[in-house]
Structures are given as structure tokens and as C-alpha cells.
């Protein structure tokens, strides 16, 4: 195939959305929520860039494509933490070359990206092309993760967790039991409306859409939601992905009537050990920078990550919009 080939066909009429699929599942290094499956679920419209060496696929960037009031925008759908390019390195490839190998394997990708008004998106953990960004035009900020490396035994990540995290889930473990129950995303989805109206927001997403993912990520075996419960009840729910080589905790959602804030705590590491048993290297819990949020992911001992936001905003009507919503 023509590395010429544009985002929206190839010059054998497989369209690129036909292939990433293949490509998906050839290379399980794709993360999940930039997975064909993931993509099918959350975005009305997609398309993708592909990079090719001869038969040899270089790279892949999934994108979503909107159009808002006249406006066209690239950025991640909903409960989609990050989008962005994946390298495929040769195996047998130098470290010596490897920033260079992807320095021009996603300067190909952007040639294939289409004119968009508006770009929001934020990139994997890891991809640090900030100049190639900066030349083609895109601003970027940082926001942070925490990333927990698995390859480690239990007794060793729970000796790296702060103590009282580590009392905390040695006492949830005697009241509560953890099982997954794919049925229970009403009531993650109830928590999560209520989180919101606390803070005087409106959710961005509907039950229906959150359940088409998560129908998604069951049929394809990348997520499960794990219930926290005691006598029957309800205390907290955790919405857990990964892919072959990361898990994710997705959402975190407790019981806005439970005062048992142990919950979180263990469904985090039943998480991880999960993780951890389906051969994942790294568990990222997809931080946060609301402080409450980080204090309590910065406990588990994780190593703190930035990544990259990519934006640009040639609109004068999203400006506009931007500036009235503050």
C-alpha cells in the first residue's frame, strides 16, 4: 500500500477504517480507547491516518471528526482519556534510533490529518514530539497520571503504598466483597449525575451511551465493572479497561449514601491485581488535577506522568463559545 494513502481510502478501495480494524487486532499495543471497537462506540464519526513502509505499518492515528454550529473539531469523545498516534518500532531497532524513527513516522501521520477549525485532544503517556506538534501549528499543555508498575510482586506494591492506604484496604478486604456486574453501570451512571450536581454541572454523556461502551469493551474482553458490596449494598464501583499491555481504572464511582470510603480503596487494588494477572505491565489511574482526586491516586505509590494536550482553535464561533462558558 502507497504510503501516500490518504485518511479517508487506499488505492486498493480498502478503506483505512477497514484495515485499523485488522491492525487492531495484529498489534495488541494499540491502547484500548484508541481500539477500532472503542472508537465504534464513542464517536458518531471517525476516520484514520495510516503510515506505511512498503507492507510495513510504521503507525496508526485514530481520530474522531465533529462538526458543532459549522465548526469542524478533533477531539476525545466522551470517557475516552486519551487519543493520539501509536509507533510500531521495529523489534530489533536501536534505541539510538527510536526518537527519530518516530519523529518521521508521525510526521507522516499529521500530512494524512485532516483541516479541522478546532483541536482538543489530549496523547498517550509517552509521546513527547512537542516540537513536531509546535511546528504544525498545535499549542500544547500538560496534565498528569500516575502509573503503577505491575511487573512488581503484591507484597512490593503494597509496601510502595502509603500506610494508611494500606490499613485501609487490609480492613475492606474483611467487609467487603468485590464482583463484577456488568448491570450495575445505572447505578455508576446515578453516581456520577450526582457527583456532577454537586459541583453544578451537567453530564456530557447519557446512561445509553455509556452503556453501548461498555457493551463494546465486553464483547471485545477490555473492561468489567467491579461492585464493592456489604449485606447486599452498594458502596462503590469501578469501571476497569486495559488493553494487552496497561489497565486503567476508567471511572471511580462511590455510593453517594455510603460512608464506607474504604471501597475505593480496594477496588483500586482488586483493579490492579486484575491487571496484574492478565499480564499487564503498568496500571495508569488515568489521574486527575482536582486535588482531592490526586492526593488519593498519588498514595498508591505510582510514578507521576505528564502528557501532552494538544489544541488550536481557528474558529471565531468556538472562541465566542468558549468565552461565554468561561
Known amino acids: 500500500m502507497d504510503i501516500r494513502t ?15 480494524k485488522t491492525i487492531c487486532q495484529q498489534h495488541p499495543g494499540i491502547p484500548v480507547c484508541t481500539q477500532h471497537h472503542w472508537l465504534n462506540a464513542t464517536c458518531a464519526r471517525w476516520d484514520v491516518a495510516i503510515a506505511m513502509k ?3 505499518v510504521r503507525g496508526v492515528w485514530a481520530y474522531p471528526l465533529e462538526q458543532k454550529a459549522g465548526v469542524s473539531l478533533i477531539r476525545n469523545p466522551f470517557f475516552t482519556p486519551y487519543l493520539g498516534p501509536t509507533v510500531f518500532f521495529p523489534h530489533d531497532m536501536k ?9 518521521e513516522t508521525i510526521a507522516e501521520l499529521l500530512k494524512q490529518m485532516p483541516k479541522a477549525d478546532v483541536w482538543h485532544i489530549a496523547l498517550q503517556p509517552g509521546i513527547k514530539q512537542a516540537g513536531l506538534f509546535r511546528q504544525n ?13 505491575l511487573q512488581q510482586d503484591e507484597p512490593t506494591l503494597l509496601a510502595n503504598m502509603k500506610d494508611s492506604l494500606r490499613k485501609n484496604i487490609r480492613q475492606a478486604e ?4 468485590i464482583t463484577a456486574e456488568p448491570a450495575a453501570l445505572p447505578q455508576l451512571y446515578s453516581f456520577y449525575t450526582t457527583m456532577l450536581a454537586r459541583k453544578k454541572k451537567a453530564p456530557f454523556m447519557s446512561q445509553a ?5 461498555l457493551d463494546a469493551c465486553t464483547a471485545n474482553n477490555s473492561g468489567a465493572l467491579w461492585v464493592a458490596r456489604s449485606n447486599g449494598a452498594i458502596h462503590g464501583i469501578l469501571w476497569h479497561v486495559w488493553d494487552a499491555r496497561c489497565g486503567y481504572a476508567l471511572s471511580l464511582g462511590q455510593n453517594p449514601d455510603s460512608d464506607n470510603y474504604k471501597a475505593m480503596s480496594l477496588l483500586m487494588w482488586h483493579a490492579m491485581k486484575a491487571s496484574k494477572q492478565m499480564g499487564q ?4 489511574c488515568e489521574g486527575s488535577m ?19 494536550i494538544l489544541s488550536k482553535n481557528d474558529s471565531a464561533v468556538w472562541k465566542l463559545k468558549q468565552l461565554i462558558r468561561g
Open 95 to 103: 534505541e539510538s534510533n527510536r526518537d527519530s524513527y518516530e519523529h
Open 6 to 20: 490518504t485518511c479517508f481510502g487506499t488505492k486498493n478501495n480498502m478503506s483505512n477504517k477497514t484495515q485499523y
Open 54 to 56: 512498503g507492507d510495513h
Open 290 to 308: 482536582d486535588p482531592g482526586v490526586e492526593r488519593f491516586y498519588r498514595t498508591f505509590g505510582g510514578r507521576r506522568e505528564l502528557y501532552l
Open 137 to 149: 501549528g498545535l499549542e500544547q499543555t500538560v496534565q498528569q497520571t500516575f502509573l503503577i508498575d
Open 174 to 177: 474483611k467487609e467487603l466483597t
Open 281 to 284: 505491565h503498568t496500571f495508569d
Open 209 to 213: 451511551d455509556l452503556q453501548k461502551l
